[in-house]
């Protein structure tokens, strides 16, 4: 037996392996005297079946089976001994490679390779320096928290008018033709949000009208965003399988308005908002609640940015290189979405995905040098927190939180999506808290302004090191 590597371009390669019949042929015999004590064929008695026979019927496909695992265990050997990691999957060069039709006893297999650069994580992570920033909550932005949580929880009472932002508006409508109701045509009604959704003409134009008023407007321009489908369904009223065509122009006449009223500061609210476990006594207890969850937020939405700029300078610094050539034909041949994109797409998708690899590149060089473990209490640990997260006034018992998990843990698409956000949160606090990292102030108008600039201008590191995940040998 024998496996070497042939270099084509830099992390890129041609793996040749060598098995020679005394390597398998000994492991076949094996399988195939197992066969013939248990084989069933009509015409022999049980464990009486000549080695002929056995070996015509079976020693094809056991010796296929025998060379395919000794391929496998000689890859995993190969990157163990010599510290190399294939990227993606390993594609097989039949033209080089023996038939596969049994003529001839001595194999030799070869396959095209990406080698996976290596991720010196600790040595880039001393030369990196960078800020992080530290909001300051003035007293102005805890007082719209409060007016946010007492609308939140406000009820809706109906008014006359004038229509404001933020009103709830019942319309009934009626499809028109050139200016007038369109004989036979569509009635229906439907309620809007009078805020940003609706277009700007539409917004200006429902703004200070009053009950019973009218309007005109295009329905395929009353939102921002709007789709065929959703209109027919929702404004219209249509069903799925009813093809029947509308003209664009409708008349409406506001039949409803509804304004929410802000809830009343005191316990009832304090409840609804945090639970029956709340601790808040008054306005400055809620000051302060408000305060301690703000600053919470803000807390992990600077962490966002600094992973961001962590990985952007680790990137920079660690100038990984890969194998474009082959990721491109492994990409193609192995999934059908990468195969059916456009060049200019396939290319700017490529970028997102080497980012994607690098990520992976930095955190197995962190699991591996750190010995980070996940632990099966860690899932628990992170479902639990994620419901909590989301529904705020979920109370139950230590044991219920557990069964909650348990279940949750069961599906293994889900608990391999905790798994991997476990791997990336252990790996992002261990680089976090062995980095040069200096707090930076900042008041909140300039950290959303940030945040905008960020999102207008750069990519999304942070969601492609979760997202491109890839097959690992």
């Keep these: 037996m024998n496996v070497s590597l042939k270099t084509l371009a830099p992390q890129h390669g041609q793996l040749h392996i060598s098995i020679e019949q005394g390597d398998y042929f000994p492991k076949v015999q094996e399988e195939l005297k197992k066969i013939r004590k248990t084989a069933h064929i009509k015409g022999f008695r049980h464990g009486a079946v000549p080695e002929s026979v056995v070996k015509k019927l079976y020693g094809p496909g056991i010796e296929a089976e025998v060379l395919n695992k000794m391929v496998n265990e000689l890859i995993e050997k190969y990157q163990k001994e010599n510290d190399t990691n294939f990227l993606g999957d390993l594609l097989p060069l039949p033209e080089l490679s023996s038939p596969a039709d049994g003529s001839v006893t001595n194999h030799e297999f070869f396959f095209e390779v990406g080698i996976a650069p290596v991720a010196n994580v600790e040595d880039a992570l001393a030369k990196i320096q960078l800020s992080k920033n530290k909001i ?20 809706l009472s109906e008014i006359k008018g004038p229509i404001e932002r933020g009103d709830l508006i019942e319309l009934e409508v009626a499809e028109l033709l050139d200016g007038t109701a369109k004989q036979d045509g569509i009635h229906s ?10 277009t700007d003409e539409v917004l200006e134009e429902l703004t200070g009208k009053n009950v019973d008023e009218l309007l005109r407007f295009n329905i395929r321009t009353v939102e921002k965003n709007l789709d065929e489908k959703t209109i027919r369904k929702y ?3 249509l069903t799925d399988d009813d093809e029947k065509a509308f003209e664009d122009m409708f008349e409406g006449k506001i039949s409803k308005i509804s304004r929410k009223q802000a809830a009343e500061l005191g316990p009832d ?11 808040i006594q008054s306005e400055d207890d809620l000051r302060a ?3 301690k969850n703000l600053s919470a937020y803000y807390e992990k939405e600077c962490d966002k940015i600094l992973e961001i700029e962590l990985i952007k300078n680790l990137n920079s610094e660690l100038n990984l290189q890969f194998p474009d050539d082959f990721l491109k034909k492994w990409l193609t041949l192995s999934f ?8 200019s797409q396939f290319d700017h998708d490529l970028i997102h995905f080497k980012e994607g690899l690098s990520w992976q590149m930095i955190r197995n060089n962190v699991i591996q040098n750190q010995q980070i473990q996940i632990h099966y209490e860690d899932l628990v640990e992170a479902v639990i927190n994620q419901f909590k997260s989301s529904y705020p006034g979920l109370n139950f018992s230590d044991d219920q939180w557990k069964d909650i998990a348990a279940n949750t843990l069961k599906d293994k698409e889900k608990a391999n999506e905790f798994y991997t956000n476990a791997l990336n949160d252990k790996t992002f606090q261990w680089l976090r808290d062995h980095a040069t990292i ?3 102030e900042i008041s909140l108008e300039d ?18 090191h979760h997202e491109h995940e890839h097959h690992d040998h």
């Design 438 to 440: 200096a707090e930076k």
């Design 136 to 155: 300051i909550l003035e007293d102005t932005v805890v007082e719209d928290e409060l007016n946010h949580l007492k609308n939140q929880y406000g009820s």
């Design 189 to 198: 009604s439907f309620s809007l949000m009078v805020d940003d959704t609706l």
């Design 447 to 464: 950290f959303r302004t940030l945040v905008k600039k960020l999102n207008e201008h750069n990519h999304e590191h942070h969601e492609h």
């Design 336 to 343: 059908e979405e990468w195969s059916k994109k456009s060049k």
């Design 235 to 237: 404004f219209l009223k």
């Design 269 to 279: 609210l304090y409840t609804k908002a945090f639970g029956p476990n709340h601790t």
């Design 289 to 291: 609640e408000l305060r």
